[in-house]
């Protein structure tokens, strides 16, 4: 068998041995160290506070735990783990500014960066900060170019944001890199139908219901495109099966109205523009629509 080690590796001199071993340990616990600007913490208070973080955090008493997690932060400023933990903390709390601000000290701190992937991304959505979440969801990209969890997230925000071509080379992409991978093609089969090709985006969704009986998004895609083509029966009972399963997904309920109204079945369009009116109160359009109707009952 040949040998695990150089062939011409020697032994290394006893204080050369005990050098490297020093080395390593104080690789290893390094992060644990204070910097010079930190607030020192004995080892005994370190482990309390982390014991009562980790309780806090394990029972969902974010409030309470923030107050010890923030103690170990400041103590080790460059240490990952508690950077990570406040920014789930922050989450929780809806302090999302303050998370975003975390996950990227996460990214600069870290050995494994892609881990605060896509909680980044996420954390500027909340916010509403479009271009900042899909900047984000590129830092992600560059860790692991194939990644198809930064792949999704990307494509999805770029399509959030109307860049219909670019989302879908995107999941065109994570397609390629992950099989059988729903969302993704599922959102292939959305951008597909965006950009007039109703017959491609059919058979992706086809394909996803066909694997996934239930999945409600692939549904969606498959009864619009059914109904772009001309298939208003194969239309209708997809998305039929999709309002079966998500009664509060408004967009059947708004394409379900507009097959209605073609259908001069008045009582479905009112019915189905009324969920509409419950569900999105913001939607006037729909409740123009439903007014109108209403009237010419």
Known sequence: ??????PKAQPLPLAASLLALGAFYWGLFRLQLPDANSVALTPEKSQELQDESAVMRRF????????PTLRLHAAYPENHIYIGQLAEIYDHMGRYADESAMWEAYV?????????????????????????????????????????????????????????????SLYQLGVAASPGYSDLETGLARMRLRQGKP??????????????????????????????????????NYLERGVKLADTYVDFHLALANMAEQDANLDSAIEHYQRVADLDKTNTEAARRLALLRRAR
Not at 60 to 67: I, P, S, T, V, Y
Not at 114 to 120: D, K, S, Y
Not at 129 to 138: L, M, N, P, Q, S
Request: glycine content about 6%.
């Open 1 to 6: 068998m040949r040998s695990l080690f150089h």
């Open 60 to 67: 969902g008493k974010w409030n309470r735990a923030l107050a």
């Open 108 to 168: 600069e701190h870290a050995p494994r960066p892609i881990e605060a992937c896509p909680q980044i991304g996420q954390a500027y959505e909340k916010q509403g900060k479009e271009t900042r979440a899909i900047a984000a969801f590129e830092k992600c990209l560059t860790f692991e170019a194939n990644n198809p969890d930064s792949l999704f997230y990307l494509a999805r925000a770029l399509e959030r944001s109307g860049q219909t071509d670019r989302a879908a």
């Open 199 to 236: 017959e491609e985006a059919r058979d992706l969704a086809a394909a996803v219901v066909r694997q996934s009986p239930n999945n409600t998004d692939a549904l969606l895609v498959l009864g619009l495109a059914c109904q772009r083509l001309g298939d208003r029966t194969g239309a209708r």
